[in-house]
């Protein structure tokens, strides 16, 4: 196997002809899972090249043939993806089979969900990201998953949290059994925010909390802020155990070879994709 180590919770697998990546706690647990880079695809100009967002203004085609080729490199079927309607909120939905390609090859009938849970198998769950965390849930007890997207707004309204009751609630997932995955995104050096952005966080966040999660940036009512930080102490207010959140430590803005990010391209990009499957 090639693998390639990103992170000590982020690893490259370069076996194939389309890297991805992989967390090395979820494919212990025998997980189908991974993160896609933008190595590997066939897309052209800002969008090289691995680019998996259809309304980005790439060509269907390119599009279309990209997911071919990480799917085939993660083990899924391209039409059994079940898409996200990202909106920064923290509606999470349940999926099922008869969701299976929603988002990719049917219309969707839903919207505004930003992530989703599931416990049937071959059943991938798609969220989208290019500097957002994405985040993963396993239950291996249970045998539950879900997937949800967390940008600053999602992380300041706790989707993490929502996840985790929605997980409890469905399929009576004990909190202390659920493995999460803090995936790639813009790290903590990097993500300059401005004051309104620290006042929303506080309607959740303790004072301690926010000194931990914002720190002054060298301008004037700037703040550099820690989604991987916010993100884990939401998922252990949620009932996680620490040793259960893994942070992956991949910087989408750090490593522009490897990721698109949407604050260093100005929004001029591809977009990436989280995938996930019992």
């Known amino acids: 196997m090639n693998y ?42 800002c969008y090289a090249t691995m680019n998996l967002g259809f309304r980005r203004g790439d060509s269907e085609e390119n ?17 059994d993806l079940v898409f996200t309607d990202q909106v920064h909120k923290t509606n999470i939905r349940v999926a099922s089979a008869s969701d299976k390609g929603k988002g990719y090859c049917r219309e969707r009938d839903y919207e505004e969900i930003d992530g989703h849970i599931t416990d049937e198998e071959n059943l991938p769950l798609l969220a989208f990201a290019a500097d957002c965390v994405p985040l993963y849930f396993v239950d291996p007890v249970r045998r539950a998953i879900g997937l949800a997207h967390s940008g600053w707004k999602g992380t300041a309204a706790g989707i993490g949290a929502v996840t985790v009751d929605r997980l409890a609630k469905v399929y009576n997932s004990r909190r202390e059994d659920i493995v999460a995955v803090i995936g790639p ?14 006042e929303a966080f506080g309607t959740h966040y303790t004072k301690e909390q926010l ?17 991987w930080t916010a993100n884990q102490i939401v998922l252990t207010q949620a009932g996680l155990r620490p040793d259960h959140i893994i942070i992956s430590g991949a910087c989408t803005w750090s490593l522009p070879e490897l990721f698109f990010s949407h604050r260093r391209s100005g929004g001029n990009r591809g977009s990436m994709a989280a995938f996930l499957c019992l």
């Not at 000194?211 to 989604?227: A, G, M, V």
């Open 63 to 79: 599009v279309i043939e990209n997911y071919r080729r990480i799917c085939s490199a993660i083990g899924i079927v391209p039409e």
């Open 211 to 227: 000194e931990e999660c914002f720190r002054p940036s060298t301008r004037p009512d700037r703040y550099l802020l820690d989604l």
């Open 185 to 198: 995104s813009i790290g903590p050096d990097c993500y300059e925010v401005g004051a309104e952005v620290r």
């Open 4 to 45: 390639e180590k990103i992170t000590e919770h982020a690893w490259l697998d370069r076996t194939g002809e389309t890297p991805f990546l992989f967390f090395p706690v979820l494919r212990d647990l025998g997980i189908r899972h991974g993160f896609s880079t933008r190595l590997g695809g066939v897309s052209q100009g």
